[in-house]
Each structure stands twice: as structure tokens, then as C-alpha cells.
Nanobody, 115 residues
Framework: QVRLVESGGGLVQAGGSLRLSCAASGFIFSIKTMYWYRQAPGKQRELVATATSEGSTNYAESVKGRFTISRDNAKNTVYLQMNSLKPEDTAVYYC?????????WGQGTQVTVSS
């Protein structure tokens, strides 16, 4: 079955950096687009970054120039490098994959940015 396990979250001061990882299993990772989403308290889950199987990437306007999504198909892992973090980046971050009409999610990792 599909399994996604995020790690790398934590508490960081504004301006700092974190690198999130998402280890995937249960599907052919190399052919799937991978997503990073986040959900802040009281807000809807929002798409942060996308990495296609061909290597194309896309970002939410709010993180462009600060976040970088990458993937290692040999390790079945997708990463999110987050630099110049802001308090408004505080959220639970989730990786996701879509199979047909369904999205599969990890358990999430908390990122807290203090001012």
C-alpha cells in the first residue's frame, strides 16, 4: 500500500532554514508527480510545491525564491528545502501523491517559525 513518511520539521527562528524529507513506498515513485502541502491552524490545506516525474517544479507564490523541491528517485524520497523562513510559514507540512482520483498523504511534520 502507499506509504509516505515525512521528517525534518522543527522549531526555527525567522530567517532560518529547514529541510523536509518524505520517504515513499508502495508505488512506482519515479513516474509520479509529488506534492508538498501545508496547513496552518484554522486555515485550509494549501499546495506549496510540485515536482513532476520529468523534473519540472512549481511553487506557490508565497514561497517562490525561498523553497526548493527536489526528488531522489533512487531513494524514493522527495525533499523540501526551506530557506529564509517566516513566521507565516508555520504549519504542518504534508507530502502527497495522486493515484487516479485519490490523493495519499503522509502523517505530516510540524514546522514552527518563531519571530
Amino acid at each position: 500500500q502507499v506509504r509516505l513518511v515525512e521528517s525534518g520539521g522543527g522549531l526555527v527562528q525567522a530567517g532560518g532554514s529547514l529541510r523536509l524529507s518524505c520517504a515513499a513506498s508502495g508505488f512506482i515513485f519515479s513516474i509520479k508527480t509529488m506534492y508538498w502541502y501545508r496547513q496552518a491552524p484554522g486555515k485550509q490545506r494549501e499546495l506549496v510545491a510540485t515536482a513532476t516525474s520529468e523534473g519540472s517544479t512549481n511553487y506557490a507564490e508565497s514561497v517562490k525564491g525561498r523553497f526548493t523541491i527536489s526528488r531522489d528517485n533512487a531513494k524514493n524520497t522527495v525533499y523540501l528545502q526551506m530557506n529564509s523562513l517566516k513566521p507565516e510559514d508555520t504549519a504542518v507540512y504534508y507530502c502527497a501523491v495522486r493515484r487516479g482520483a485519490d490523493y495519499y498523504w503522509g502523517q505530516g511534520t510540524q514546522v514552527t517559525v518563531s519571530s
